[in-house]
């Protein structure tokens, strides 16, 4: 079926087709080591950020007070806002399982904080009252402590600050999960087990106070009784 | 199969990518630093915190709060004594003005007596704090210390 090349001058139409089928190959070829370099590089690029990132650098400090910074709690976006709240299980201070699943059709205000963070200390006695407050109407308050210590100091200090209600200790995961980056924060998941709310920090004075009970109202509000 | 490779191409770049790290609210400043050999002398060790923060002081009033500590690790021809720490300042957080706290904010200096033989020196170790700004706190971090000296 092939024309004689040498005869007529034409391609003979068998090599055409080897030929381009070569090329087809060699294009896929370079292409995907392209990309193979592409994500080899990129990691490269990415240790060495890391590298850089871990050694002291000198700094010429010039920085003004109340400069914004983007990843400060006011500046930070509330990540879980309108989203399921990320399941979990976790253990209580008498060692007890206890999963948010368990809480599946009531409002649940979860609070993360430490022992370490003087604004979650001074929010808790506040969260207590509230606890004991809105209990009638369902509400659900769980202490989430985020401390690399042993449970007995949890214990004493949630003790100290007049706590009664669940006080869970954290899982190496549960900080991914919820995005935690400082203390206090607090997600207020409706019935339906979305994040109605997500807040960080705390705000001045009785307006923090204030603020949390409004929007334990909400989170009441929210979804019917 | 051709997508299918391409998109495994893709991620070969991601499969050891390291997570991003925290990021740090006190910085290193580092500056090297030329001291006497064969007898005491004093290394200082300068840090700055970020504008808008503090951090607890090596001696917080309170014992859960997480204090501020150097560690330095051992250097040939070098002999270290304990770190000395500079006094805190009182601060305390608008929402709650009768907790007295003790902290570092702006810059404060470490300094760390040692004795050296003759010749260039590091010491590295690493910074353990935890900071809070006006509403929120910080886990703790470590920040890694790189200290460049001679001894002359």
Known sequence: MAI????????????????????????????????????????????????????????????????????????????????????????????????????????????????????????????????????????????????????????????????????????DKIEDAYGLEYMPQSFYVDKTGKVLIATAGISDGQGGKDAIEANIQKLLAAGGQ | MVFALLLVAGQLGQLDAPAEAPKQRVTYVAEAQTVAAAKRTVLELRFHVDSGFHVNSHTPKSDLQIPTALALGAGAGVKIATAEYPAGKEFSFSFDPNEKLDVYSDDFVVKVPVVATAGPHELKGELKYQACDHAACYPPRTLPVDVVFTAK
Not at chain 1, 33 to 62: C, D, Y
Request: glycine content about 8%; aromatic content about 8%; charged content about 25%.
């Open chain 1, 4 to 171: 004689d090349l040498i005869a007529t001058g034409s391609p003979v139409e068998g090599e055409v087709y080897v030929g381009r089928k070569l090329i087809l190959i060699a294009v896929m070829v370079a292409g995907i080591s392209l990309l193979v370099w592409a994500g080899v590089h990129n990691a490269r690029e990415r240790r060495l950020e890391m590298q850089q990132a871990a050694i002291p650098k000198a700094t010429l400090s010039s920085d003004t007070a109340g400069s914004a910074d983007a990843s400060s709690p006011e500046q930070m976006t509330p990540k879980l806002q309108g989203k399921a709240a990320p399941a979990f299980t976790l253990v209580d201070l008498d060692g007890k399982k206890v999963s948010l699943a368990d809480y599946k059709g009531k409002p649940v205000f979860v609070n993360f904080w430490a022992t370490w963070c003087e604004p979650c200390k001074l929010e808790m006695p506040w969260l207590e009252d509230f606890s004991k407050k809105y209990k009638p109407q369902g509400l659900v308050v769980l202490g989430i402590s985020t401390d690399d210590g042993g449970k007995d100091l949890v214990a004493k200090t949630a003790k100290k600050l007049g706590v009664s209600y669940p006080i869970l200790l954290k899982n």
